[in-house]
C-alpha cells in the first residue's frame, strides 16, 4: 500500500485508484499506461491528418512523376509491346543467332498488324535509338507491308530491302524484345553493345556524355568555390555591421534574387560581350586595344560568372544567417589570450560558419549540377552542361528513355555526393537559416 | 441610338449563340510574333464566323507538349502547330488524325487542295501552314560595298571579317557548310547519307568554329547582329524581316542555300473538340487565311493560290512578296529540309554535334 504520507501517491490513488496489482488506472478503470497511448495515438494521427496534404502533394506532384521518368530509362515496350509474334518467337529460340521461317512469319505479320494499327513508328523509333538510321526501315517496310506481304517471306523481305538480312539488325531486335534494358544507362556512358552482345566503347566521334558529365561537377565545384570567395565577406559584413548599413545591404543581396533569372542571365550578356560595357570600358581605359577585345561570354568563362552570380544568395544566406548567432566574445577571448586575427579567425571563427557553409556549399552546389538556362544561353560552346543534353532528348529528339537515363545518372551523381558530405561533414552540421 | 440599339442586340444574340453552342478548340502553337499572326488572321476572323471560341496557348516546340498527352492519354490541345520532322514521326506512331486532301478546301479557282499546296506541304496526318526559311544576315554597315552575298561568304573569315552566329544544333548547321563547300541544294541529304559526305561537312565547319557564336533563341541572332557582336548570322527569316522593316536596322539578308522548313497543323487522336479542330484546320490553311497572316509575319503560305492574295506588310507600305521564302527568285539555291532523314538521324547527329562542339 502506498505510503499515505506521499503526497503524490495520495493523489494518484484519490484520482485512479491503486487495484491490487499495483498498476495506475485512469477514472474510468482503464489502464493509465494504454489510455496514454491511446491519447497519443489520437495525436499523432491529427498531426499525421494535417500533413497529409503536404504528403499527397508531394506524392502527386514529385515522387510520382518523376519514378515514371526513371522507370522510362530501364523500361522501354516500343518494340515488345508492338512486335508481339517476333519477340515471342525471340524468347521461345533464345539461343538460334540465325532467324529461321518462323522468325520471317512473325517478322512479316508483327510488320502487316502494326502498319496497319500505325504504330510501326514505335517500333521503329526504338530500334532507332540502337542503330540509327533504321527508323525508316520500318516505317518504309511497314507502308508497303499494308497490303499484305506474301510468303516465302524471307525473300519478300530481303526484296524490300538488304538491311533486313542484317545480323546486327537482328541482334538489336532480340535485345529491345525485352521491355527492360540497360541500354540507355550503357548509351548515357558512351558504351555500346557490339554484333555479339560485348559492352564497347562508342565510337570516339560519338562520345559526349562522360565528358560533359566531368564538366558538369567540374564546372559546379568552380561555382562552388567562387560563391563561397565571394559570399563569405559580404556574409561577415552583413552580419556585422550595424543595423541600418546590414539592411541596406541585404536589399542588395536580395534585390538580383527577386529578379527574374532570364532578365539576369540577360543582363551578363550585355555586360560580358565582346561590344558590351566590360570590354568598352577596358578599351576606354586604353588596357586593350580594340582589335583584342576579350572573350569573356559564350564560353565556360561565361557560364562560371553568370552562374557565380545568379547562385550568390544561396551561399551568403545560409552563411549569414549562421554568422549572425557567432558570439563576438569568442574572438574577442582569443586575441586578448595572444592569438592574432588571422589565428582567432582560422581556429575560432571560421569553424562557427562550418554549418552554414556547408548548407550554403551543398545548395549550390546541387543547383548549379542541374542548371540549365543560364548555361544553354552564355554557355556557347565549351559551358555546356549536361542539363543542356537532357532537354535536348526531351525537346528535340523526343527519346525521353535517354533522358530519363541521363537525369537518373545525375540524381545518382548527386546522392553519393551528398553521402560523401555526410561521412566528412555530417549532415547535423547543416543550418540552413 | 436605334442603330446602337440593333448593333448591342445583334451582338448580344451573337453572344448567347456562340453560348448556345458553347463550342471551342484549344490550338498549341510557338508564342510571339508568329503566334501573333495566327491569331490575327484565322482566330479571329474564325471566331466571328463559326461561334466557336479558340484558346490559344503557347509552347517552346508544340510537339513536346503534344507528346507529352499523347503518352499520359490525356489530350488538352485540338489541334498542334508542328515541325514536319514531329508530324510524321508521330503519325507512324499513330498519335495523329489522318486527314483526306479531299476534304481540304479547294482553291478560288477550283483547283482542288492536293494540287494547289506545294509539293511537301500535304502529309498524311499534317496540313501545312507556312514555309519559313533559315536565312544568312549581315550588317550592312560592317562590309561596305564589299559585301557576301554567298553560303560560301558566310565561311570565308579572311574576305570577311568578323564573327558569325549558327544555331547551336545539327539540322541547321550542317546543310550550310555543305553548301558552303560545294555540294548543289538537291543533293545534301544524298551527300549526309555517307559517313564521308558527314565528315566533310563538320570538316567545313570546323574552318569557323574558333569563329562561331552558337545561339538557342531565335530572338538571339538578330540581337547578336544588332549589338555588333556577329557580323553575319543564320536566323529565322521572319526575326530578320522584322528587325530590318519594323525596327529598321541595317541588316541584308543572303537566300542563297536558304534552308526551307514547313509548320504544320496537326489534330491529335482522342482530342477532346475533334470536330471544332477539324472545322478549325481547314478554315485556317484556305487560300485567303494562309495569304492573310503574310500580312503580319514574312513567312510564305502553303498554297499556290495565295501567293497572288499576299498583299503588304501591315504597315500598309512594304510589299511582302520580295522578302519571302517562297519567293521563285529565293527558291533557286534553297535547301528544302528533309524531316524523314532526320527523324532517323537527329539523335546521332545531334550526339556527335555536341562530342563536337565539346572537343576544343
Known sequence: MSNPLDPHAAIVTEAAGLDQGGMLRTADGQPLAKA??????????????????????????????IGQMLMRSVKNDGFSAYMPQLSAWFEANPDVTEPDDAAWAALAADLEASAKDRTIGIVGTRINYE????????????????????????????????????????????????????????????????????????????????????????LSLIITGTTFLLGFPIAHLLATLPMRQSNLLMILVLLPFWTSLLVRTTAWMVLLQQQGVVNDVFVWLGLI???????????????????????????????????????????????????????????????????????????????????????????????????????????QTLNWSMAAALAAMLLGGVLILYWVYDRLVGIDNLKLG | MKKMLILTSALCGMGFAAQAQNKEVNVVSWGGAYEKSQVEAYNIPFAKETGIKVNMLAADNPATPLKAQVEAKNITGDVFDIEVSDAIRLCDEGALVEINPADLPAAPDGTPAADDFIPGALRECAVANIFWGTVIAFDKTKFGDNAPKTAADFFDTAKFPGKRGLPKNPKRTLYLALIADGVAPDAIYDTLDTPEGVDRAFAKLDTIKKDVVWWEAGAQPVQLLADGEVT?????????????????????IIWDGQYMDLDMFAIPKGSPNPEAAMQYLKYATDTQRLADQAKYIAYGPSRKSSAALVGLFQDGKTEMAPHMPTNPEHMKTAVMDDPEWWADHDAEMAERFNAWLAAN
Do not use: C
Request: charged fraction near 15%; aromatic fraction near 12%.
Open chain 1, 36 to 65: 496514454l497511448a491511446r491519447s497519443s495515438r489520437r495525436a499523432r494521427r491529427r498531426a499525421f491528418f494535417l500533413v497529409l496534404p503536404l504528403l499527397a502533394f508531394v506524392l502527386l506532384t514529385f515522387v510520382l512523376p
Open chain 2, 232 to 252: 553575319m548570322a543564320t536566323g529565322y527569316n521572319g526575326r530578320f524581316f522584322d528587325a530590318m522593316v519594323a525596327e529598321g536596322k541595317p541588316f541584308e
Open chain 1, 131 to 218: 542503330i540509327p538510321g533504321t527508323r525508316s526501315l520500318f516505317t518504309s517496310a511497314g507502308r508497303k507491308a499494308r497490303g499484305g506481304i506474301e510468303p516465302p517471306y524471307r525473300e519478300a523481305m530481303l526484296d524490300m530491302d538488304e538491311e533486313w538480312g542484317d545480323p546486327k539488325l537482328w541482334g538489336v531486335m532480340r535485345q529491345a524484345s525485352d521491355p527492360y534494358t540497360a541500354n540507355f544507362y550503357l548509351a548515357a556512358m558512351d558504351r555500346t553493345r557490339d554484333e555479339a552482345g560485348n559492352i564497347v566503347l562508342a565510337p570516339e566521334e560519338q562520345r559526349i556524355y562522360l565528358h560533359l558529365f566531368l564538366r558538369t561537377f567540374w
Open chain 1, 289 to 395: 586595344g580594340d582589335g583584342q577585345r576579350l572573350q569573356m561570354i559564350y564560353n565556360q568563362t561565361g557560364t562560371i560568372i553568370a552562374m557565380t552570380h545568379i547562385l550568390l544568395p544561396f551561399m551568403i544566406l545560409p552563411l549569414y544567417s549562421v554568422m549572425r548567432t557567432i558570439n563576438p566574445s569568442y574572438v574577442r577571448a582569443a586575441r586578448s589570450l595572444g592569438a592574432t586575427s588571422w589565428t582567432a579567425f582560422r581556429r575560432i571563427y571560421f569553424p562557427q560558419t562550418l554549418p552554414g557553409l556547408g548548407a550554403g556549399a551543398l545548395l549550390v552546389f546541387i543547383l548549379a549540377v542541374g542548371y540549365y538556362i543560364t548555361p544553354a544561353l552564355v554557355g556557347g560552346s565549351s559551358g555546356q552542361l549536361i542539363s543542356n543534353l537532357i532537354a535536348m532528348h526531351m525537346t
